[in-house]
């Protein structure tokens, strides 16, 4: 029991590095705007069938999809940008609406383009058995975790030393005297829309090289992305990995001591314990004021 407990938490871990570039995507676009963008989880979707296309179209190996996902992901954030940028009263509700009605379009694209059908990688490579210690995985998991590591510091890099990541910052912070620095809110806005669209593009491909997707499975992707936020507590990015890692240790935990029905439900006990106990998050701004 104690080794099946340990390969649990060991495979939690790995899947909380893509639960943590989905949820990182999600903060970046609510702290430059406040606008929490219901749609991002379909984008991390459609990289996911990207990768899939590349693969079954093409034969490649699903990683040679991420530049091709990248560009069209990407693309589809900065459209998404420009129609929520369009709402002039009531930002913050009407761009709930908005997203989920994007979410929505996208979801029955990918139900029009690829079917209903449940999809996952046929890379041998991919699904091929990696030993680390006693713990078993598969090499895209240990892979993608390592990939999900690298971006996040170099995520923290761009918000902390960048132009540009010092702007959505100051954004964030305050619009108004953002303008008064010379800074484009709504260009600053558009880039953190793109550097989302990133996250998602990597992320997609990830889930789809270790897993299994589906075009219902945007929407539970979204939802994951906004309870880690709220674990996390807004912008902090360590905190951001920190509620990731915890909401898929939880998962797997309860996978194997209990029943895969009850993985979604795990989360969303979480959340709600956070929210009563720590509203402004583990990482809240309380824990940032020092």
């Not at 979801?107 to 999809?119: E, G, Q, S």
């Not at 006693?134 to 240990?142: H, I, K, L, Q």
């Not at 539970?220 to 507590?233: D, E, N, P, Q, S």
């Not at 439900?265 to 956070?274: A, C, E, P, R, Y």
């Amino acid at each position: 029991m104690t080794e099946l407990i340990l390969q649990a938490l060991y495979s939690g871990v790995l899947q909380g590095g893509s639960y943590a570039l989905i949820a990182l995507g999600l903060a970046l676009v609510f702290g430059a705007m406040k606008v929490i963008n219901l749609a991002h989880g379909e984008l991390v979707l459609l990289s996911a069938y990207i990768a899939y296309s590349v693969e079954a179209g093409l034969g490649w190996n699903p990683i040679l999809a991420i530049p091709i996902s990248l560009v069209v992901v990407c693309l589809t954030s900065a459209m998404v940008y420009y129609l929520v940028g369009r709402i002039k009263k009531d930002r913050e509700i009407n761009s709930l609406i908005l997203t989920y009605g994007i979410g929505v379009i996208l979801t029955n694209m990918i139900l029009l383009i690829w079917k209903a059908d449940v999809r996952t990688t046929g890379s041998t490579w991919m699904q091929e058995a990696m030993v680390v210690g006693p713990f078993y995985s598969m090499r895209s998991e240990v892979l993608f975790f390592a990939v999900s590591l690298v971006m996040m510091v170099g995520l923290w890099w761009w918000l902390s030393r960048s132009w540009y990541g010092r702007a959505v910052r100051a954004v964030s912070s305050n619009r108004d005297a953002a303008k008064l620095m010379g800074i484009d809110p709504g260009y600053t806005e558009l880039v953190s829309f793109v550097v989302a669209g990133i996250l998602a593009a990597v992320a997609g491909v990830a889930l789809y090289s270790y897993g299994v997707v589906s075009p219902a499975y945007g929407s539970v992707l979204t939802v994951k992305a906004f309870i880690i936020t709220v674990l996390a507590g807004i912008g902090s990015i360590p905190g951001v990995l920190i509620g990731a890692l915890l909401l898929g240790v939880a998962e797997a935990l309860t996978v194997t001591l209990a029943s895969s029905a009850l993985q979604e439900l795990v989360g969303m006990g979480l959340f709600l314990l956070v929210l009563f106990v720590m509203p402004n998050g583990l990482f809240g701004a309380k824990g940032r004021r020092g």
